[in-house]
């Protein structure tokens, strides 16, 4: 297949149409994941990076009565930019209050966000993340080497931010299946959080002095990324850091899951300044009972409901992937960015509490249509 043209926006749209009017989704992947490290993509990624580590100083992490001009503008800018790529709503016009209404009472409930799969390679073997989530009874700590300054720890890792979660839940998509309804591709928000991880990482390194500094930077860039590539891939079509986000897995099945974790559920560890801007880690398992909901592709709700309850999770509330992200794209770039407590606009301050989950939406056969 050849690579497209750095041509329009509106030329690239209608390449991507002709191939979805194929069939063909390992094809349609494969265009998501496409490209080389070139200067343009370079001068992108740092733009990018300049752009999120500006949002995320000025607009600061409290909404305000109202936000800077210049943040305003940017929010605009991105909004148009994304209506252009994002597919129609995944939801009827009769429908859209009710459903917006009842993600802001749930995400009210979210304080982190955790984004996994349901399967990984692991040791030479497919491991089902699901059915091992429900026999540990939580998200159990894993070793983590993307931290330069602290080093390797086991842990779980999570962000105040959804869409610094979804990229990596997005990895899990069975490349054979279609990807679903998406506010921007996974590659385009992971370029606005591990862009500026890595730039001011190798500033808080002094990475660019010649010794151990830079050693363990190179390292952990290459053993980082070749876990997050090879977890999902044995054999991936891209090396190249922000298209493996895109080319979804080669596990026959797979799925993206997207965790929401209650307020004060793990204390947080202690990690270097850089990542902790858009990560918090837990040195403990985070329990079932932590977690404020999941998502997952709409056509996996009941499948993922069913294993749950297999393991004595009945209660766990399940929804739609795909809504979630229609509710996102209601939310201002800064605002998803900054990690703010996703709601409405005009509704109550962040953090507010909703004791139970509103109906609608909970664990029955049309919860997430």
């Known amino acids: ?91 009827s016009p009769d429908e859209e209050a009710e459903v917006l209404a009842e993600f802001d009472a749930i995400y009210q409930e979210a304080w982190r966000w955790h984004g996994t799969g349901r399967y990984q390679h692991r040791g030479g073997q497919t491991v089902d993340i699901l059915r091992e989530i429900a026999g540990d009874g939580g998200l159990r700590p894993h070793e ?32 054979s299946e279609p990807m679903s309804y998406r506010y921007g591709k996974a590659s385009y928000w992971a370029q606005f959080f591990v ?35 090879n977890k999902v891939n044995e054999s991936p079509w891209q090396k190249n850091i922000f298209p493996i986000f895109d080319q979804g897995s080669d596990i026959a099945g797979n799925y993206p899951i997207l965790i929401g974790i209650k307020e004060s559920s ?32 709409l056509d996996k709700v009941e499948e993922t409901r069913a294993r749950l309850e297999e393991g004595g999770y009945s209660n766990v509330l399940v929804l739609s992937i795909e809504l979630g992200e229609y509710f996102c794209s209601k939310q201002s770039f800064s605002n998803l960015i900054s990690g703010n407590r996703l709601s409405l606009p005009g509704e109550a301050a962040p953090g507010k509490s909703h004791a139970e989950p509103p109906a609608g939406l909970g664990n029955s056969p049309d919860a997430s249509s």
């Open 1 to 91: 297949m050849q690579e497209p043209r750095a041509n329009s926006g509106e030329q690239l749209a209608q390449e991507f149409q002709g191939i979805q009017q194929e069939n063909n989704p390992e094809a349609a992947h494969r265009w998501r994941a496409r490209g080389n490290i070139t200067g343009r993509e370079v001068a992108k990624t740092f733009g990018r990076a300049m752009y999120s580590i500006y949002v995320d100083r000025r607009s600061g992490n409290e909404e305000r009565a109202k936000k800077p001009l210049d943040i305003r503008l940017i929010d605009r800018y991105v909004a148009r930019r994304l209506a252009k790529s994002t597919e129609a709503a995944p939801v």
């Open 266 to 297: 793990f204390r947080e560890v202690q990690i270097s300044k850089t990542l902790s801007r858009f990560e918090s880690r837990s040195e403990r398992l985070v329990s079932i009972e932590a977690f404020s909901h999941l998502e997952v592709p």
């Open 144 to 175: 983590d080497v993307m931290d330069p300054i602290v080093g390797e720890m086991d842990s779980v890792s999570t962000s105040a931010s959804r869409m610094y979660a979804r990229p990596y839940a997005d990895m899990h998509q069975d490349r």
């Open 195 to 229: 862009s500026p991880i890595a730039l001011e990482g190798l500033i808080e390194l002094k990475a660019w002095r010649k010794g151990p500094a830079r050693d363990r930077a190179r390292k952990v860039g290459s053993e980082g990324l070749s876990k997050w590539r």
